[in-house]
């Protein structure tokens, strides 16, 4: 969707650390969130980055490079809880909201 | 509890019907998104509301459509169904606060057409 670009799967050990990239179409780019979703459930929130940088949030951070296109979602201290889709969303003129395909997220003990 | 509301949540139904899936957006919330997600596939973007009014669409088939009312409930309405059409659909309402607004998800209608 729109040039929104994520690896499929990740798999991860407990307590390791994992990075989720991905790249977007730069173009009326208005700002990029970052969604957990467990099998069958509602996405809900986990971020949102405008500026360039990072934000930390607990055990979650996420950074935009605006210029590059390109953002990623960092887990640390992963728990088994974790094991998830991760999507990428990105903001545009319109309040328009695109996701990308997900990363799957296998946190094996 | 995200406060948006999708019925039915489960909906059977045979090739060819006509089904209507709908949705109540968070309180004040002016923006309706409706997402279609196939069996492990990502969100797929279909159509966007505001205050009534298209705002954009996505990959939404014509034998699909949608409205948003004056009290800001949406209905998506899927005509002769296929077995592809087999899929969660979820709708998110999303507020006036700006573009880091979040949006919000209801739980889905799970589909599935035999």
């Known amino acids: 969707g729109q040039n929104i670009d994520q690896p499929t799967e990740m798999t991860a050990t407990e307590g390791a650390i994992v990075q989720i990239n991905c790249t977007y179409q730069t173009s009326g780019f208005n700002g990029l969130f970052w969604y957990q979703q467990h099998a069958g459930e509602a996405p809900t929130f986990l971020s949102y980055n405008v500026l360039d940088g990072l934000e930390e949030k607990g055990r979650f951070s996420s950074f935009l490079s605006r210029s590059k296109g390109y953002s990623y979602l960092l887990l640390k201290e992963l728990q088994m809880k974790d094991s998830a889709s991760y999507l990428c969303?990105?903001?545009?003129?319109?309040?328009?909201?695109?996701f990308g395909g997900g990363t799957r997220v296998l946190v094996k003990p | 509890d995200s406060g948006v509301t999708q019925t039915p949540k489960h909906l059977i139904t045979a090739t060819g019907q006509r089904v209507t899936l709908r949705c109540s957006p968070r309180s004040g919330d002016l923006s309706v998104y409706w997402y279609q997600q196939s069996l492990d596939q990502g969100l797929q973007f279909l159509i966007q509301y505001y205050n009534g009014e298209e705002r954009a669409k996505g990959n939404i088939l014509e034998r699909f459509s949608a409205q948003q009312f004056p009290d800001l409930h949406s209905e998506l309405n899927l005509s002769s169904l296929e077995l592809g059409d087999s899929a969660l659909y979820f709708c998110?309402?999303?507020?006036?606060?700006?573009?880091?607004?979040?949006?919000?998800f209801g739980q889905g209608t799970r589909l599935t057409v035999v």
């Open positions: 969303a990105r903001g545009a003129a319109g309040n328009k909201l695109t």
């Open positions: 998110a309402s999303r507020g006036a606060g700006g573009a880091g607004t979040e949006a919000f």
